[in-house]
């Protein structure tokens, strides 16, 4: 059995990188293959960590997307809420990250902690590991924040 350190989630975390040529390659083929199935298979990941739909649809999301400039509105859209809603919890997530991978998930505009990473993390693998499927998401996120707002940035 393994420990359930930062740097032992950060590994597993790493464990799953998707392999960016792989990726290109699949993009230059003019596949749509990558975009093709991943609402069913996101909504199955759900399901397999004891979510739902709904349960995303009762969630303050402000999703910010583009080809350039998200992270900084994003920081800028969590800073104006952190000041506008002083007494929310106001929950970043944004990739990647420059340093540690921690740094993707914050709020009230700090990182969570080493110890709730990996909380959060191996709460999430365990599940999916339960069920045969091991995949990282933005699930770590909802499940670390429960927050009243969340600024979230993607690539596309």
Request: some cysteine; aromatic content about 8%; glycine content about 6%.
């Amino acid at each position: 059995m393994s420990t359930r350190s930062y740097k032992d989630a950060v590994e597993h975390l790493n464990s799953l990188q998707t392999n960016a040529a792989a990726l290109e390659a699949a993009r230059a083929s003019g596949s749509s293959r990558l975009s093709e199935f991943a609402i069913p298979e996101m909504l199955e990941y759900l399901g397999r960590i004891g979510y739902t739909p709904k349960d995303l649809n009762n969630l303050n999301v402000i999703h910010i997307t583009g080809t350039k400039g998200k992270g900084s509105t994003s920081a800028f859209t969590d800073s104006i809420l952190r000041h506008a809603l002083p007494n929310a919890k106001i929950g970043l997530y944004t990739s990647p990250h420059l340093v540690a991978v921690r740094e993707r998930i914050r709020i009230n505009g700090a990182p969570i902690s080493e110890e709730q990473f990996a909380t959060y993390f191996f709460e999430i693998w365990d599940l999916l590991a339960a069920n045969d499927v091991v995949r990282y998401s933005l699930l770590c996120e909802i499940q670390a924040t429960k927050h009243d707002t969340s600024v979230a940035e993607t690539i596309l």
